[in-house]
T-cell receptor, first 114, second 112 residues
């Protein structure tokens, strides 16, 4: 049973518009959430994270929102750029793993059209 | 700065062969881990280590062995390769104080 779910395998948006990527989780022990970006033939690279004590974290064009009651988080990219085209993975960690293990979603492929 | 280095980048094995995927990091990170990525399933944790001499199993450990004799290196051994182990393998490292893991570029393994 997947503990972290990304239900949209793909998303296409126009350059300059907002991209919203969604992620749901089932394990209430998760208290730290991360987004990774992955280009083909490369490893995932860390993008942004959020602790469960916050409901929003912003870094430039990227903002992550966390709704703990709904066990839902989202990544907003504004404005979207063609270079943002990649696969985005949501990941979560729990304190009982000592932060040494991440549980990943299946990824959403974002395509930003020029 | 190298970060996390994985070798080889590509490998084809015959069923039953054994091999070792190499992983090295130069960031003095305490934690290292191995993930596999399969289509539609994201990354799944195989084994991890919290320091030299200490390893533990992740979500999908069967068919794999690891050891951690130094802080820098964390090799992954396939004992007897099976077609089900065809995947892309990623090594990652992180420090004790942060959950953000740094990943290598991956090893694409095909078992025929």
């Amino acid at each position: 049973d997947q503990q972290v779910k990304q239900n949209s395998p793909s998303l296409s948006v126009q350059e300059g518009r907002i991209s919203i990527l969604n992620c749901d989780y089932t394990n209430s022990m998760f208290d730290y959430f991360l987004w990774y970006k992955k280009y083909p033939a490369e490893g995932p690279t860390f993008l942004i994270s959020i602790s469960s004590i916050k409901d929003k974290n912003e870094d430039g064009r990227f903002t992550v929102f966390l709704n703990k009651s709904a066990k839902h988080l989202s990544l907003h990219i504004v404005p979207s750029q063609p270079g943002d085209s990649a696969v985005y993975f949501c990941a979560a960690s729990a304190p009982y793993t000592g932060r040494r293990a991440l549980t990943f979603g299946s990824g959403t492929r974002l395509q930003v059209q020029p | 700065n190298a970060g996390v280095t994985q070798t080889p980048k590509f490998q084809v094995l015959k069923t039953g062969q054994s091999m070792t995927l190499q992983c090295a990091q130069d960031m003095n990170h305490e934690y290292m881990s191995w993930y596999r990525q399969d289509p539609g399933m994201g990354l799944r944790l195989i084994h991890y280590s919290v320091g030299a001499g200490i390893t533990d199993q992740g979500e999908v450990p069967n068919g794999y062995n690891v050891s951690r004799s130094t802080t820098e290196d964390f090799p992954l051994r396939l004992l007897s390769a099976a077609p089900s182990q065809t995947s892309v393998y990623f090594c990652a490292s992180s420090s004790r104080s942060q959950a953000e893991a740094f990943f290598g570029q991956g090893t694409r393994l095909t078992v025929v």
